[in-house]
């Protein structure tokens, strides 16, 4: 299931900000729709939305993005393998597999 709060560093990210600045705006400006599980804050979508003056939609598109540019940057210098390397290779995986059998 998707949360809909944010970990403190995440949230000061998305801030431009340390996260010890962001937990002294909490408390200081009594910030709603934040909550403290274990003396650890979660920061609500909707809160970070209306710091940043935006939509939540348009916050969690941008989480979103992030999250997916991440992925592609996981996998960009990845070997990809053409349809008849990709063959060449399973059979070879087929073998190896047959012969420790």
């Known amino acids: 299931m998707f949360s809909l709060t944010l970990?403190?560093?995440t949230s000061a990210?998305?801030?431009g900000t340390e996260p010890e600045s962001l937990l002294q705006f909490i408390h200081r400006e009594q910030v709603s729709g934040v909550l403290f599980f274990a003396d650890q804050p979660k920061i609500s979508i909707f809160t970070l939305a209306n710091l940043l003056n935006t939509t939540p939609e348009q916050?969690?598109?941008l989480l979103e993005d992030e999250a997916i540019?991440?992925?592609i940057e996981e996998v960009d210098d990845d070997e990809w393998l053409d349809a008849?390397?990709?063959k060449a290779f399973y059979q070879s995986l087929i073998a190896?597999?047959?012969e420790e059998a």
Do not use: F, G, M
Request: charged share 20%; glycine share 0%.
């Open 59 to 61: 916050l969690l598109d």
């Open 13 to 15: 990210c998305l801030l």
């Open 7 to 9: 970990d403190l560093p």
């Open 96 to 98: 190896k597999t047959a």
């Open 84 to 86: 008849e390397n990709s």
């Open 69 to 71: 540019a991440a992925l």
